[in-house]
């Protein structure tokens, strides 16, 4: 039975919410492996637009388990706000589990985020100052806080204890801000831990449990394959793996279970925060990408920050595609291109008299590099009505085929709009 990883290919905000929305229908786990809630997913369904930042897209689909995965880290303010916005509008969360493991992002961290933003001045990496860095720093340095210690007072009040005693000297001497209070903080993550209470359980049997009675299982991804904290453009990066083996390591299923890892791109590319990006445009094809203007403009969903964009670059792409193993493309907003009479595509990077065709290690190489550029006609007919791959325009077809071509993977689907029937459908994985 199917068990696909579904991840991000680009630098995020591939628009892997609406894929997964339209592929939970058919699983009956839906584990999010990694990630907080630096992440933002809109999904559009028949209930409606939703953003969601923690909880899985499977939500919608009451037949469906959803797991918060040992490898997320968690804001339970923002998990309960979720939790109860979902609630409001008819969307039950009876089905939706968080593993004892996954750890959890505290005040200090948000903190430690942004008083360290603020403090690279120029260099900033441009994070989503959500505590995302610090809360993974904590759980590699071992002084994290997981969200099963919500559930034990006295375990929570120990390694609170051992954790402030570190963070509060970080904070008052380093930083000069204010020390947090040892008991206030214990009393409002204590009260965190009753109102999750339901939800927190050790996930590792239901996961056993569906893999033993070959369910169809979806792993969730956040942020994007080249974000990835080893293979991306360090320090540019989140710190986590976001990618194929995160997705192993996040959920707790072994990499030989995988039967699919499903890259979902744009038609196009974005970035948010600072960073490399060879392919950016700016002027008025950067507008056309943006849409600005259009509901569904090139703007975080967590952050509100204005995506950076450009052409599609199949190097970036390439390499993301092996890294990960990614069998099958989930290609979004091919109707972002529908004005444009010539679409490029960056087949190649040069610098100086040598051609690269996979991205170097060293950033400030990276951003000399030229892209070198394919061009290929645009098809200038609407296709947000389109439901079957032959009826594109055969110009949006050849773009799609040559995307496919030079990533050396095949087809999944195309999205031509953020509806839940503006996926067309060409190979099933599950
Ligand atoms: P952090 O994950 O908040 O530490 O941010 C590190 C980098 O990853 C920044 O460039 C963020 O803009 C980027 N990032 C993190 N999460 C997302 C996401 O879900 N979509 C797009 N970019 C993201």
């Not at 999750?196 to 009675?213: C, F, G, S, W």
């Not at 540019?236 to 499903?262: E, F, K, N, W």
């Not at 190649?348 to 892209?371: F, H, I, K």
Request: proline fraction near 6%; hydrophobic fraction near 40%; glycine fraction near 10%.
């Amino acid at each position: 039975m199917p068990v696909v990883a579904v991840i991000g290919a680009q630098w995020g905000d591939e628009g892997k919410g609406h894929i997964v929305d339209i592929l939970a229908e058919r699983a009956r786990l839906v584990i999010r492996y990694g990630g907080g809630n630096n992440a933002g997913h809109t999904v559009v369904n028949r209930q409606g637009t939703f953003k969601l930042h923690i909880v899985p897209s499977g939500v919608f689909d009451p037949a469906t388990v959803n797991i918060i995965g040992s490898g997320v880290v968690v804001d339970p303010a923002v998990l309960l706000r979720e939790i109860a916005d979902l609630e409001t509008r008819g969307i039950s969360t009876t089905r939706l589990f968080i593993s004892d493991r996954a750890h959890v992002i505290m005040p200090y961290h948000v903190m430690q985020d942004q008083l360290d933003e603020a403090a690279r001045g120029e260099a900033k990496i441009g994070t989503t100052g959500r505590g995302i860095g610090p809360a993974y720093a904590d759980k590699m340095t071992r002084i994290g806080i997981r969200m099963g210690d919500l559930l034990h007072e006295e375990t929570l009040l120990r390694r609170l204890r051992q954790a402030l005693d570190v963070k509060n000297r970080l904070l008052t001497t380093l930083y000069g801000a204010q020390p947090l209070s040892l008991h206030e903080t214990f009393l409002k993550y204590l009260e965190y831990g009753s109102k999750l209470d339901r939800h927190v359980t050790d996930v590792h049997p239901i996961v056993q449990r569906a893999l033993e009675k070959d369910m169809p299982i979806l792993l969730e991804g956040a942020q994007g394959a080249l974000l990835d904290i080893d293979h991306g453009t360090y320090p540019y990066v989140t710190s986590s793996p976001p990618g194929a083996a995160g997705a192993c390591q996040g959920s707790g299923i072994a990499p030989s279970y995988l039967t699919s890892v499903i890259g979902v791109c744009k038609a196009y590319t974005t970035r948010v925060g600072e960073g490399p990006f060879p392919t950016e445009v700016d002027g008025a094809t950067a507008d056309t990408l943006r849409q600005i203007g259009t509901p569904w403009a090139e703007v975080g969903t967590t952050t509100g920050r204005l995506r950076r964009v450009g052409w599609f670059d199949a190097v970036m792409m390439r390499y993301a595609a092996r890294l990960n193993g990614i069998d099958t493309l989930a290609i979004t907003k091919l109707d972002v291109l529908d004005t444009l009479p010539r679409i490029k595509i960056c087949v190649g990077y040069r610098r100086n008299d040598t051609e690269l065709d996979y991205p170097p290690a060293n950033n400030a190489v990276l951003s000399q590099v030229e892209p070198i550029y394919e061009e290929l006609p645009g098809w200038q007919t609407p296709t947000t009505a389109v439901r079957s791959f032959d009826r594109l325009p055969a110009e949006a077809r050849a773009y799609v085929a040559r995307v496919c071509e030079l990533v050396g993977v095949r087809l999944g689907m195309v999205s031509i709009g953020p509806a839940h029937d503006q996926i067309i459908e060409v190979n099933r994985v599950i």
